[in-house]
């Protein structure tokens, strides 16, 4: 069980094309976001799709696989873990941003690879 303590695993489509940035430590790291759908009827019998979208970082290979295969509408599933943190912003203000931070990747039904 100790596995399963803080671990988030989705399945979506990407929002827009992953921003990729290598950094001057030689690391590359991927931002992107994922939208999640659930269909249900309401008690009148209407049909309801809930939208949510997620922040999503990945690092290192997983950020390399993704600047080669990934782009807006790919179909994923992800697994990582959740975090929290906050920045200030360049008008002064705190931020607070909630993202999860992507271990593992599955590529699934796609648009054809980038060249």
Do not use: C
Not at 13 to 36: Q, W, Y
Not at 74 to 85: P, Q
């Amino acid at each position: 069980m100790k596995n399963l303590r803080n671990r988030v695993q989705l399945i979506g489509n990407l929002g827009k094309d992953p921003e990729i940035r290598n950094l001057e430590n030689g690391k590359t790291v991927a931002n992107f976001s994922m939208a999640t759908s659930e269909t249900y009827r309401n008690n009148g019998g209407e049909k309801i799709t809930d939208t949510q979208w997620h922040n999503l970082v990945a690092w290192g290979k997983t950020a390399e696989i993704i600047e080669q295969y990934l782009q807006k509408g790919s179909e994923v599933a992800v697994e990582g873990k959740l975090i929290h943190r906050s920045y200030e912003a360049k008008d002064g203000q705190k931020r607070y941003v909630t993202e999860i931070v992507v271990d593992e990747l599955l590529m699934l039904r796609g648009k054809p690879v980038k060249k």
